[in-house]
């Protein structure tokens, strides 16, 4: 039997490095796609094509090791027959193919994508039936510690529970989620890809990650109170403790509690159909990301600018990890045209190459489809 998965990517709406700091995120899977197909064969062996990304890869689930160097796709994809059998679930070999027009390294969950559908499709074709949010953390689990990018949790949620047109607020202490009708009236999300390139792997996501780390050891021993993480910190606890922490852990850390509280009040806004107020939440989290947790980038920066004076743009900020990527708009559709314009005329003012626009339906996640 052959088994294809579609797997969508994501866009946070917001709730942005909140996720592995315990917060809260509120993201959506959006109509572009990477398909996965797999058939399952007899000994260890797994040969896995991806469409434009060259020569057939071919690897033993015998001899998988987590990587030493800069990730490539495979790695992705061994990563997860790695976390699959490392927690008991045995796999045979398979032929895996994998076509995709999901953007790679734009902040969508590319990666995400191809380890739930590896995951997904590998455990079909083994005849395992494994819940969607444990194929999450599996995945989550091969990014930590295969190919060593100590992600959170929401794009592994987010690719495997997204819901049509519904955005899935998720606490990513307990793992509870609900989710938030998008009504969307005359308004769409239009997602702008900056085309500068990030890399996950590269140490600034890791970096941000140890800060908030140090930022809780700090506050717990200047405080003297027992912080896990910075889920627990309140705004009157940093102001507390300001004088004695450096200025950047401050900074992190007031970005992180201040977006946990706007990702709350973000999501009863949207509940509520204030699309107006959910569009400020949105302009204040980039604010935040530019100034004081410093992930954004001159491109991002400028796409933002560009659009929130626009009439009819309710909102806008960069979206994913940062460091170049893609930048949310939320707008009236009648002026997409109009915004379209006046960021390629900003771009090549500046000499830089065009981004790319899509604007995106708000899908549901991962699904399974077997092919007789
Ligand atoms: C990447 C990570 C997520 C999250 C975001 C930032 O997408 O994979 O876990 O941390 O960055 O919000």
């Not at 908030?212 to 405080?223: G, K, M, N, Y």
């Not at 992190?252 to 509690?257: D, E, K, Y």
């Amino acid at each position: 039997m052959k088994y294809k998965v579609i797997a969508p990517g994501r866009v946070n709406l917001i709730g942005e490095h909140t996720d592995y700091n315990q917060g809260f995120v509120l993201p959506a899977a959006i109509g572009l796609f990477l398909e996965l197909t797999c058939e399952s064969k007899q000994g260890r062996n797994i040969t896995a094509t991806a469409e434009g990304l060259g020569v057939p890869e071919i690897f033993s689930l015998d001899t998988l090791a987590p990587v030493i160097r800069d990730p490539l796709w495979i790695d992705y994809l061994k990563g997860v027959c790695w976390a699959l059998e490392k927690a008991g679930h045995l796999l045979s070999g398979a032929d895996i193919s994998i076509h995709s027009n999901l953007p790679i390294g734009s902040g969508l969950s590319s990666s995400a994508a191809l380890e739930l559908a590896t995951a997904k499709a590998l455990t079909a074709a083994n005849g395992l039936e494994i819940p969607l949010s444990e194929l999450a953390l599996i995945c989550q689990q091969a990014e930590n510690e295969f190919v060593k990018v100590r992600c959170g949790i929401m794009d592994q949620y987010a690719v495997a529970l997204g819901r049509k047109n519904h955005a899935l607020l998720l606490d990513c202490r307990s793992l509870d989620y609900k989710y938030i009708p998008l009504s969307l009236g005359k308004h769409c999300l239009l997602i702008i890809d900056s085309r500068v390139e990030r890399s996950l792997g590269s140490s600034v996501y890791n970096r941000r990650r140890e800060e908030c780390e140090e930022t809780v050891r700090r506050l717990s021993a200047i405080s003297k109170k027992e912080f896990n993480s910075l889920r627990e910190v309140t705004l009157d606890d940093l102001k507390e403790c300001c004088a004695y922490l450096p200025d950047i852990l401050y900074r992190r850390g007031r970005f992180v509690v201040e977006e946990n509280i706007r990702v709350q009040e973000a999501a009863a806004a949207l509940q509520g159909e204030d699309l107006l107020s959910f569009g400020y939440f949105m302009k204040r989290s980039h604010a935040g990301l530019r100034d004081l947790y410093e992930v954004s980038c001159p491109e991002l920066d400028l796409i933002v600018d560009t659009v929130v004076p626009v009439n009819g743009v309710l909102g806008a900020r960069m979206t994913g990890a940062g460091f170049g990527g893609c930048a949310l708009v939320l707008l009236e559709r009648d002026v997409v045209a109009a915004v379209t314009r006046q960021i390629e005329a900003a771009f090549t003012a500046m000499n830089w190459c065009k981004p790319y626009f899509y604007t995106v339906e708000i899908v549901q996640g991962i699904r399974l489809v077997e092919i007789p």
